[in-house]
């Protein structure tokens, strides 16, 4: 079964440093987006991103964060100098095409555990 | 603007009880409604969902959730939870009108006891 993998499952980083998380979606999926998850919070939408540009983003994606999708496979989020608080799960997820049933679910990868020293 | 609110942080049961994890929503506008489970160690996957039609709709492994829309609510349940169940169970909404993030409840942890 197709499955969103991501690298590396922990970083560990001092603050200040640059971190680049990487996600390969599903092949055939059109939809990506990226999730983090504070220790003890809710899951929180960062941003989304379709034909190769971001579709929405939300207040907490200010300009330390990027997106790109560097070749046909790979789906990136870095940021450029970390900040204690960036520390957080980061989940990666992808989407099939709106209007079928199957464009409504969102596939998650197993998550990168991000810690800023 | 989405919200959800899981009104129980954790849920402790014992095995082959019956148990209701409690979903609640606000919204403007339309919306598609997600229950996601996060097992120990692994990422989120989607356990069901709802879109349109029937209110009720059920998974492949014996969970099931009513979207009521007059109570704005969408609760997970099943007449009979196993070791297996053991997980985070997240509720997510997401707007019916264009916007495509999800917006996800705090989480509920269910323990299982022999």
């Known amino acids: 079964e197709p499955e969103v993998t991501q690298t590396p499952s922990h970083q560990v980083t001092q603050m200040g440093q640059e971190v680049i998380l990487r996600c390969v979606p599903i092949s055939n999926h059109l939809y990506f987006y990226w999730y983090r998850q504070i220790l003890g919070q809710k899951v929180e939408f960062l941003v989304s991103f379709y034909n190769n540009e971001i579709s929405e983003k939300s207040e907490i994606f200010d300009d330390q964060f990027s997106v790109e999708r560097p070749d046909g496979s790979n789906f990136t989020l870095k940021i450029r100098s970390t900040k204690l608080e960036d520390s957080a799960m980061y989940f990666c997820a992808s989407s099939g095409p709106m209007g079928t049933s199957g464009g409504h679910e969102q596939f998650f990868g197993p998550g990168t555990r991000l810690t800023v020293l | 603007a989405q919200s959800v609110t899981q009104l129980d942080s954790q849920v402790p049961v014992f095995e082959e009880a019956p148990v209701e994890l409690r979903c609640n929503y606000s919204s403007s506008v339309s919306v598609y409604l997600f229950w996601y489970v996060q097992y120990p160690n692994q990422g989120l996957q989607l356990l069901l969902k709802?879109?349109?039609?029937?209110?009720l709709v059920e998974s492949i492994n014996g969970f099931e959730a009513e979207f009521n829309k007059s109570q704005t609510s969408f609760h997970l349940r099943t007449p009979s939870v196993h070791i297996r169940d053991t997980a985070e169970y997240f509720c997510?909404?997401?707007?019916?009108?264009?916007?495509?993030?999800?917006?996800f409840g705090q989480g509920t942890r269910l323990t299982i006891n022999p």
């Open positions: 709802y879109l349109s039609g029937s209110t």
């Open positions: 997510a909404v997401r707007s019916g009108m264009g916007a495509q993030k999800l917006v």
